[in-house]
């Protein structure tokens, strides 16, 4: 007798599909960024940079990061988000692929860089976003946090092998490895990808009416989570261009030595993320509500990575050190899943990608200001380990406040009823 497949069984199978292709889109969009990092010895000695035009090429990537993820929320409300995010890949291979170039220098390196951040400013939102559409609301933590697992997987499988193909093969071969897997990538999302039942124009979402965006913007869930967004944006972004450096002059470690405690962390962070959408999941499908499913979950997870940060300078370094890095550096970045969670909760279908693509453009500025602010703090304290601890004391803070606001203000339900009837 022949077996038939069911139309849910085909839905839920397309559905964890695209949700792969889409954890593999947040590796290639992490590797991307991070070949810049890995390859600039070399870089700077190929090219005869100083410190301050490579630094230039860094800065490049973040001209237009926020502006086009907004942009791009937008547009995705419009267009769909399928070949959206075919236009990004694009964008992405291409920039790495001419940065690969023989003839490529200084200048193309500034304007690769700035084509990169523009595709990758909305990557984070418009990937979430399409796979929401394939989950109704009490099922999409745990997807968004596999999407935040992605970029993880990629600090600890892909900067390895990268960093190999650079003293192998040199710098530029990592540029052009990095763009063929974008094309790689774009040859099966094209088949297999796509937008799923919940996502904007899908049966039941048709007419629905448009709020405001300075209502939405204005919400007390909409706050909460860029109060905690851009303190745990911050904090990332500290380590990624300060923990290194921190491992190294402060507690005497060498490269090596600091490259395997940062992947060490990121695989921690990997079980912790996907630990906490499976809790978020289970609370929902519990009958919890997503204040606590989401908000106080969300913000707790903040703080314990803030108590942590306060630990970092302060632990004397061996196994408590690496312990409390665990802590500080893993629990946090558990909230970007549920900030995008809680959004999407908050918007109307068809302006979920614009709000989503806006709150993230807003709490990613962090990422340009505080590694910047970082640097300075460190300069200018009297000795390394004080700017050190500065540094990681400011981040405490922000991610406290941050996460106690969170769990104070996100309540989607709430304010989702306090639109006034006309905006619904």
Request: overall charge positive; some cysteine; glycine content about 12%.
């Amino acid at each position: 007798m022949a077996t038939t497949v069911t139309a849910p069984a085909v839905s839920a199978r397309r559905a964890w599909t695209t949700v792969a292709l889409l954890v593999l889109f947040m590796m290639i969009n992490f590797l991307d960024k991070a070949v810049l990092g890995l390859a600039g010895d070399d870089i700077r000695r190929d090219l005869r940079l100083s410190g301050t035009e490579f630094g230039s090429v860094g800065t490049a990537f973040f001209l237009l990061f926020s502006v086009a993820g907004i942009a791009a929320g937008f547009v995705a409300d419009r267009v769909g988000t399928r070949r959206l995010l075919a236009v990004l890949v694009v964008l992405w291979s291409a920039s790495q692929l001419v940065a690969a170039l023989p003839a490529a220098g200084l200048g193309t390196l500034l304007i690769t860089r700035v084509v990169l951040g523009a595709a990758e400013g909305p990557s984070f939102a418009m990937a979430t976003h399409t796979a929401f559409g394939w989950f109704p609301d009490r099922e999409r933590a745990l997807p968004g946090s596999l999407l935040s697992v992605g970029a993880a997987a990629g600090v600890v499988l892909g900067a390895p092998a990268l960093a190999a193909v650079i003293s192998r093969y040199g710098w530029r071969t990592a540029f052009a490895v990095t763009g063929v897997l974008g094309v790689l990538w774009l040859a099966a999302w094209l088949p297999l990808g796509g937008e799923g039942p919940h996502a904007p124009g899908a049966a039941g979402t048709r007419g629905e009416p448009r709020v405001p965006y300075r209502r939405l913007l204005t919400r007390g869930t909409v706050l909460g989570a860029l109060a905690a967004g851009f303190a745990a944006f911050w904090t990332m972004a500290v380590a990624i261009t300060w923990l290194p450096q921190f491992l190294q002059r402060v507690h005497g470690m060498t490269l090596e030595t600091a490259s395997v405690i940062a992947a060490g962390t990121q695989v921690v962070g990997i079980g912790v993320m996907l630990g906490v959408g499976y809790a978020s999941t289970r609370l929902t499908r519990a009958g919890r509500s997503t204040r606590t499913a989401r908000g106080v979950l969300g913000g707790a997870c903040v703080v314990v990575s803030g108590v942590g940060c306060l630990l970092v300078p302060r632990s004397g370094g061996g196994a408590a050190l690496v312990l409390v890095m665990m802590v500080a550096f893993t629990a946090g970045n558990a909230f970007f899943a549920l900030m995008q969670a809680v959004i999407a909760e908050l918007a109307p279908t068809r302006q979920r990608a614009a709000l989503l693509g806006t709150v993230t453009a807003l709490a990613s500025t962090a990422g340009a200001v505080g590694p910047l602010l970082s640097g300075a703090i460190v300069d200018a304290a009297s000795t390394e380990p004080t700017g050190f601890r500065h540094v990681f004391d400011l981040a405490a803070t922000l991610m406290i406040i941050g996460g106690l606001l969170a769990a104070a203000l996100i309540r989607p339900a709430r304010d989702r009823a306090s639109l006034p009837p006309n905006d619904l």
